[in-house]
């Protein structure tokens, strides 16, 4: 893969989009703006339907552009309840679309092309590591059993998602893979109520009923297509 010169760009801006994603998540959490992070993935999936027509030429059936609609809708009306638009809800929409895309361009095998983007990543990562140890500032010294081991499986929790994020970008249509995504937001935003304990009020149930509509309509209409393009079998 490497030996191809567009390919190995693409590579590079994907690991580039990725690593941006993960930290600005990871700042999302530590921060306690698990809000904004919730809003940029639901923002999310609208970017990657709009890539997916403006550089693929996917295009919606009438069900599906009126899920799309009512989603879209949910999301503005997240956005103007909260006041304004925060750059994490951007950045973290902009970057996971932008990886999507190229994942879907490229079209490498999601354990292939994971490998060689935590490849890119491994010399900056083994950099910070060495001034975090020099400076006495890493975790996994300073830190207690509970703290190391959570930061470990955190690298576990992230890479098995990514690898069948990766795996199913070549297999369906950027758009499905939009809508689908509107469950992480949507788990995001359980965590932040159930475990968290953040309110849940009129606003968060309004977007939630929306999102769903849009979710249900989206997916009749994918079964519904399908369902007209099987062929009977004759005995």
Request: charged fraction near 10%; proline fraction near 3%; charge should be neutral.
């Given at each position: 893969?490497?030996r191809q010169?567009?390919?190995?760009?693409?590579?590079l801006?994907?690991t580039?989009?990725i690593?941006?994603n993960?930290?600005?998540y990871?700042?999302?959490?530590?921060?306690?703006r698990?809000?904004?992070?919730s809003?940029?993935?639901?923002?999310n999936?609208?970017?990657?339907v709009v890539?997916?027509?403006?550089f693929?030429?996917?295009r919606?059936?009438?069900?599906?552009?009126?899920?799309?609609?009512?989603?879209f809708?949910?999301?503005?009306y997240?956005?103007?309840?909260?006041?304004?638009?925060?750059w994490?809800s951007?950045?973290?929409a902009?970057?996971?679309?932008?990886?999507?895309l190229?994942r879907?361009?490229?079209?490498?095998?999601s354990?292939?092309g994971?490998?060689?983007?935590?490849?890119?990543?491994?010399p900056?990562?083994?950099?910070?590591?060495?001034?975090?140890?020099?400076?006495?500032?890493a975790?996994?010294i300073?830190?207690?059993?509970f703290?190391t081991?959570?930061?470990?499986?955190?690298?576990?929790v992230?890479?098995?998602p990514?690898?069948l994020?990766a795996s199913?970008a070549?297999?369906?249509?950027?758009?499905?893979?939009g809508?689908?995504?509107?469950?992480a937001?949507?788990?995001?935003?359980?965590l932040?109520?159930?475990?968290?304990?953040e309110?849940?009020?009129v606003?968060?149930?309004?977007v939630?009923?929306?999102i769903?509509v849009?979710?249900?309509?989206?997916?009749?209409?994918?079964?519904?297509n399908?369902?007209?393009?099987v062929?009977?079998t004759?005995e």
């Amino acid at each position: 893969m490497l030996r191809q010169k567009k390919l190995f760009f693409l590579l590079l801006a994907s690991t580039f989009f990725i690593s941006v994603n993960w930290i600005v998540y990871v700042i999302s959490v530590v921060t306690d703006r698990l809000v904004d992070s919730s809003l940029g993935y639901y923002i999310n999936p609208l970017v990657t339907v709009v890539f997916g027509f403006l550089f693929l030429g996917e295009r919606l059936r009438k069900l599906q552009m009126v899920a799309v609609v009512i989603a879209f809708i949910g999301v503005v009306y997240l956005t103007i309840s909260q006041g304004s638009l925060p750059w994490i809800s951007v950045t973290l929409a902009g970057t996971f679309a932008m990886y999507g895309l190229m994942r879907k361009i490229m079209g490498v095998g999601s354990i292939e092309g994971l490998t060689v983007e935590m490849t890119f990543t491994l010399p900056i990562c083994i950099v910070l590591q060495w001034w975090l140890f020099s400076t006495e500032s890493a975790e996994i010294i300073a830190g207690d059993w509970f703290i190391t081991g959570g930061l470990l499986l955190g690298g576990f929790v992230t890479i098995v998602p990514l690898l069948l994020f990766a795996s199913g970008a070549i297999r369906v249509k950027l758009s499905t893979m939009g809508i689908l995504q509107y469950i992480a937001p949507s788990g995001q935003l359980l965590l932040a109520t159930l475990i968290f304990h953040e309110q849940f009020g009129v606003t968060q149930g309004i977007v939630f009923g929306l999102i769903w509509v849009a979710v249900l309509l989206y997916s009749f209409d994918a079964w519904r297509n399908a369902s007209v393009t099987v062929e009977p079998t004759i005995e």
